[in-house]
């Protein structure tokens, strides 16, 4: 099924993410502000803002290394399958996109 504006829903779920990481960018640093900031990345990147998508990487690779997600966590790790499966997808989107 066709969505008859689909550049103008996508512009507003954009503006409601920018929004957000606006307001909360600096104070928060968690697995769901990185993965708003890769979403936000590649919208911008999808639509030829490139010094706004560079910005947006960088700050989304700074949190993922200050969340240890370049790490790989150790056997003895607390952290269950799912939680290592989505460090590793967080990292390497990163790193993908900075590429």
């Known amino acids: 099924v066709p969505i008859p504006n ?4 996508g512009k507003e779920y954009y503006l409601r993410g920018y929004g957000f990481v606006v307001a909360h960018a600096f ?6 502000m990185l993965q708003l900031l890769l979403l936000v990345a ?8 490139s010094n706004e998508c560079w910005l947006t990487i960088g ?22 399958p799912l939680e290592i499966e989505l460090r ?3 990292w390497w989107g990163c790193f993908s996109l900075d590429r």
């Open 27 to 32: 104070n928060t640093c968690n697995a769901q």
């Open 59 to 80: 700050n989304a690779t700074r949190m993922a290394v200050s969340l240890g997600f370049h790490l790989n966590p150790s056997n003895s790790s607390e952290l269950k």
């Open 6 to 9: 689909a550049y103008e829903d």
């Open 88 to 90: 590793k997808r967080l």
């Open 42 to 49: 590649q919208y911008q990147q999808g639509t030829m803002r």
